[in-house]
């Protein structure tokens, strides 16, 4: 019962936790799921957005600007990203290891030091003009309506034209091309559109602990995976609105499965072995379900 | 120079030049349609059909020599910027269509073509309608299956799908690349049947490569043979009618003793 008392104390933090999350997991997706270009750049636009949020914030800029500011730059590291690929021809994943790595240096410039408190600065969660008893309760509900903004935003531009051709070139970048749309506009539009996300999604964490680090992108990304595999899981990714609606519930149900194998004992630093192997599983059960039956068919990305 | 609805001047198209494997795929090749021409493009195996093609679409830049669609110079331009003018069907039905995407999103990427991507609603009600009725000529019965993922489609459904979009908006020049071949006889004859019929109500001006001499004889109104990268002959009018099997498999053969003896 002890295990259970404990999970149930962590529920608002691990929610507020996920909310944030659920933008690097979208992040994660769009790229993979809807362009079919695998990327990791968000390991590096995670803590870019962090660490640009929070010089902003030292900086006198308003919260919500600063966060703005964050979009900007993960944005355009995404872009870099997408051009890198498009116009050398490197493969995606390669391309988002070497602006991960050169993001690294960046952070640490933009910073000026490894780690940067922003305590005493205004945060984007002390809009929120009622007090219920715990700042969790607030971060939930700011970091709720931004997720659910997006969510729906997300949903209506996936509607249009512009949306729709889009994931035409996630599915089919040859006959997209020859429909009259640009494989690269696409790409660099959508690449940037998640590292916009990603770096939200660290803006959102540095206000939310108080504090910018250089290093808090370690990991993020497979824990990102872990949970768009678990949200695929749940609500499936046959049509848009549920392969949008993914990554929020795979954050939330992420985190709730790592809060309880927290409750259970687990200890911390086992988390990233627990979570890589997950993640191995998810990837490798199509591949160990084909040992037996027939080929499934292949999907296809771009190399 | 009087206005074509295609211009082929002097192509050139070399693969892996200065190789071993080096190989001349469109050797000065020549080539005119006036609009609503219909061509019939044969040829043996590497004969440079499909290059050709290619390089009417923008899908591989010209070595050298040029290519004016409507009088408009357009060797320099992207496939992207050509597909207004331009639109294909493939032998392989998967590279037609976006197979993780419904059969409405297809029809309305095939719209595109003609008017960019805006930041409107894509599927309103007046454009499902529209697919309706457009895929309902094809008696597949795919109008009442728009939410369909293209992917669950036949292999035939799918070039039927890609037959229709391909032909909406009335392209100024249609390009058909063995778009029957990889279809059971029964399914090629209806997605034959179909090309033959947009192509006729539109008058779109069209190239269609093919390996049925049967074809080549009963549609089109030009035979246009290619070898070895060029125009070996071109057969419209009363010549064309006068066509038999026989004298265009002549011609198949003449080149291959040509080959026999340069051996
Ligand atoms: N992408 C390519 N890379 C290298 N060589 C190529 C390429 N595409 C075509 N070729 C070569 O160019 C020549 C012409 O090929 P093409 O595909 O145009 O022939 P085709 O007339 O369409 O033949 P088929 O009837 O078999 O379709 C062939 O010798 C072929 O090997
Ligand atoms: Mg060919």
Redesign the interface.
Known sequence: MDVFNLFLSLVPVTLAQSLILSFVVLAVMIPFRILSFPDLTSEGSYPLGGCVCAVALLAGIPPLLALALAAAAGFLAGVVTAVIHLRFRIHTLLAGILVTTMLYSINLRVMGKANLPIFGEAKIYDFFPFDLGSINYTKIIIAGLFALLVFVMLNLWFRTERGIAMRAVGSNPDMSEAQGISVWKATIGGVGMAGAFAAIGGGLMVQSQGFSDANMGLGILINALAALMIGEALVGKQTITRQLAAPFVGAFAYYQLISLCLAAGLPPSDLKIATGVFVLLMLAGPELRRAKGPRAAQEAFRE | MTEHALNVIAARKTFFPGTADEKIALNDLSLSLAAGDFGIIIGSNGAGKSTMLNAI?G?LPLDSGQVLINGQDVTRT????R??H???VFQDPM???????TIA?NM???E??QS????????TKARRDRYRDLLAQLHLGLEDRLET?VSLLSGGQRQSLSLVMAVSGEPDLLLLDEHTAALDPRTAAIVLDATMRAVEALKLTTLMVTHNMQHAIDYGTRIIMLDAGRVKSDISGAAKAKCTVQSLVDQFAHKSDHMLLGA
Do not use: C, I, Y
Request: net charge positive; no cysteine; glycine share 6%.
């Open positions: 679409s899908a992207s496939v992207d910027r597909a207004k331009v639109a294909r590279k037609g269509t976006a197979a993780s995407m999103e309305l990427l095939a595109m073509r960019p991507a805006t930041l409107h609603k894509g599927l993922q």
